[in-house]
């Protein structure tokens, strides 16, 4: 028994012996941490550049603590206290804590130097330098800049613009207002084409921003007869260098806009206009204790402008009047064929004038809060047209028509 249990012990001491040899050789065997790969970092606050006036994003891209390359973008107005915009992208050549590089601008041409020191400090960076474009030098101060993920920046990028090729419905865009995202090159061509067309080009869109400088687009706004919208978005689809048209967010709010039948407010396949600014213009004037002053579309918007008059109630003895001013559009509900027609009323303008015979006060407007508004510029004026128009009211809350 004394001889096999030490047998016994031998083999279990053995077996032990070469699980630990196992396990040696297991770790000298596992390969040893990879280093981290490199990591991207960004800079969208540094000012200073171009009087502070500069949207300066500066890429770096990081070995642990050391930048192994960069990039300066800025984008800056061309020209003092104008709106017209420039940018360069300069790749910086790193030398211990100085960045510096050459390249010229995107749309003047103009040559371009950089030298910038940057330096840590705790948890931020402070760079100093300047910056030569054309003839014109600038230098750089700007501290306490902290940097961000590529996640973080990507996630900063994102764009309100909006444009429905093909809408449901235009309960989320406007009937009559149109967006073209189009290549920068072939921007220029599409608006000198739009000349002599019945279309309002939005002007603030012309002004090319430091996001479409970035993108290589621009996105124009305009206003067309909703009756003439589709066939302006079919034609313009097909424009050299546009990327996308169609429906974007324009004057219609739901709040004031009605649904209705079409069939007796049609002629032929066109909407009668006559008889929709007879009736719109009939149930305004009543709701507003107004008299109706002008009816008139606009050929290129489709919008139409109404006009009464009433008499004030600021000292009713001097027999001061009111003009009041409302913009109606009338539209199909959707794109393509409907048998529903939608009419959106603007809020009232109301200016105050002396028509009075004789010499004339000369009044000067002040604008009034929503709460100091005269109650009879609108008294219901939405819902008189549900009325007379047999029509329905947007629900908000259930997104749909009651």
């Known amino acids: 028994m004394r001889a096999l249990s030490l047998g016994l012990l031998g083999l279990a001491a053995t077996a032990s012996v070469a699980t630990i040899n196992v396990a040696t050789a297991q770790t000298k065997a596992a390969p040893k941490a990879q280093a981290a790969g490199p990591e991207i970092?960004?800079?969208?606050?540094?000012?200073?550049?171009?009087?502070?006036?500069?949207?300066?994003?500066?890429?770096?891209?990081?070995?642990?603590?050391?930048?192994?390359?960069?990039?300066?973008?800025?984008?800056?107005?061309?020209?003092?206290?104008?709106?017209?915009?420039?940018?360069?992208?300069?790749n910086l050549t790193v030398s211990g804590t100085t960045l510096s590089g050459a390249t010229q601008t995107q749309i003047d041409?103009?040559?371009?130097?950089?030298?910038?020191?940057?330096?840590?400090?705790?948890?931020?960076?402070?760079?100093?330098?300047?910056?030569?474009?054309?003839?014109?030098?600038?230098?750089?101060?700007?501290?306490?800049?902290?940097?961000?993920?590529?996640?973080?920046?990507?996630?900063?990028?994102?764009?309100?613009?909006?444009?429905?090729a093909a809408p449901k419905d235009f309960s989320e865009v406007s009937p009559e207002s149109i967006a073209v995202k189009i290549k920068l090159e072939a921007a220029l061509d599409f608006v000198r084409s739009l000349r002599g067309q019945n279309v309002e080009v939005s002007l603030s869109s012309l002004s090319v921003s430091c996001d479409a400088l970035r993108a290589g687009e621009q996105v124009i706004n305009l206003a067309v007869d909703p009756e003439r919208a589709a066939d302006f978005v079919a034609k313009a689809k097909a424009y050299p260098g546009v990327v996308t048209v169609?429906?974007?967010?324009?004057?219609?709010?739901?709040?004031?806009?009605?649904?209705?039948?079409?069939?007796?407010?049609?002629?032929?396949?066109k909407i009668?206009?006559?008889?929709?600014?007879?009736?719109?213009?009939?149930?305004?004037?009543?709701?507003?204790?107004?008299k109706v002053s002008t009816t008139a579309w606009d050929d290129e918007t489709g919008k139409l402008k109404l006009t009464f008059k009433r008499p004030s109630q600021v000292m009713p003895a001097l027999e001061l009047t009111e003009n009041v001013e409302v913009?109606?559009?009338?539209?199909?509900?959707?794109?393509?064929?409907?048998?529903?027609?939608?009419?959106?009323?603007?809020?009232?303008?109301?200016?105050?004038?002396?028509?009075?015979?004789?010499?004339?006060?000369?009044?000067?407007?002040?604008?009034?809060?929503?709460?100091?508004?005269?109650p009879r510029d609108d008294n219901g004026a939405v819902a008189a047209v549900a009325a007379e128009f047999k029509a329905q009211r947007w629900d908000a809350e259930k997104t749909g028509w009651k």
């Open 246 to 269: 169609g429906w974007t967010a324009g004057a219609i709010d739901m709040e004031r806009t009605v649904r209705f039948a079409a069939t007796d407010w049609k002629s032929g396949d």
């Open 109 to 164: 041409k103009l040559p371009v130097t950089v030298k910038i020191n940057r330096r840590p400090t705790g948890d931020t960076f402070e760079f100093k330098g300047q910056v030569i474009v054309g003839q014109t030098t600038t230098s750089l101060t700007s501290a306490d800049n902290a940097d961000q993920s590529e996640k973080e920046f990507q996630e900063n990028q994102g764009s309100d613009e909006s444009i429905a």
């Open 327 to 374: 913009s109606a559009v009338v539209s199909p509900d959707k794109p393509g064929t409907t048998d529903k027609l939608i009419l959106w009323i603007s809020t009232p303008s109301v200016t105050t004038v002396d028509e009075a015979s004789g010499a004339k006060l000369a009044l000067a407007e002040t604008p009034a809060t929503d709460e100091e508004s005269d």
């Open 41 to 90: 970092r960004y800079f969208t606050s540094i000012d200073g550049l171009m009087d502070g006036n500069a949207d300066v994003i500066l890429k770096e891209t990081r070995q642990g603590k050391t930048v192994t390359a960069a990039t300066l973008d800025v984008c800056y107005p061309a020209e003092k206290g104008s709106d017209r915009k420039d940018r360069f992208v300069a």
């Open 272 to 290: 009668d206009r006559s008889k929709v600014a007879n009736a719109l213009s009939a149930v305004l004037a009543k709701t507003m204790s107004a």
